[in-house]
């Protein structure tokens, strides 16, 4: 990974590869989390006109790091929690088609409007006790990303302030948002293992 005369991270994406390589041989029980169900592996880069169709039926422009590493290193396949989510293609899950909560999430994220409706928050947000709210409406502007069990998602904003970043997602069970590093800072971490912190 380098970092361009702009200040923005791009990606080199053999050094990305050789690390998932070294992962692997250091892991080979597949034992770190979501290891299991990634195994290391990458799945090809995005073609760019499946990129350029996807944020023309959205209306938005995804967010450098994440658009150069669809474009450069890998559509979904290894990464944090249980793995990196393709941005058109079906989720890769280990089980039952049915079984897996992740697809609704991707299809709930992708309704007419949502991406290009900016995120609205700012900070650390947790629901009242006895207060009701709309988790789909929490979370416009906002990509599931990767799957981080028990209801939770890391989520990247696409639209709003908090662009470029991730959030993490946990509406479901402890009814939370808690803001999380850049796209680019978080892979990377995840990739030299560094533990993810909340």
Do not use: K
């Not at 944090?80 to 079984?99: E, I, Q, R, S, V």
């Not at 990509?143 to 997602?169: H, K, N, P, S």
């Amino acid at each position: 990974m380098v970092t361009d005369s702009g200040g923005t991270a791009s990606w080199d994406p053999g050094a990305v590869r050789s690390r998932l390589a070294e992962l692997a041989r250091r892991d080979p029980r597949l034992t770190r989390t979501g290891a299991d169900q990634h195994g290391y592996r990458l799945e090809p880069p995005l073609p760019a006109d499946e990129l350029h169709a996807f944020e023309a039926l959205h209306g938005v422009e995804l967010p450098q790091s994440y658009r150069d590493f669809l474009l450069l290193v890998a559509d979904g396949g290894a990464g944090p929690l249980h793995g990196l989510f393709p941005l058109t293609g079906p989720t890769a899950y280990p089980g039952p088609p049915d079984d897996w909560a992740a697809d609704d999430i991707r299809e709930r994220d992708r309704r007419p409007g949502a991406l290009a409706t900016p995120f609205r928050f700012t900070e650390r947000w947790h629901a009242q006790p006895g207060r009701r709210f709309d988790a789909a409406e929490m979370v416009t502007g906002t990509l599931a990303v990767a799957e981080a069990g028990c209801g939770g998602f890391a989520r990247l904003v696409v639209t709003g302030e908090q662009r470029g970043r991730i959030w993490y997602d946990d509406l479901e069970v402890w009814p939370n948002l808690a803001p999380g590093p850049e796209f680019h800072a978080w892979y990377t971490a995840w990739l030299t293992g560094t533990p993810d912190r909340r």
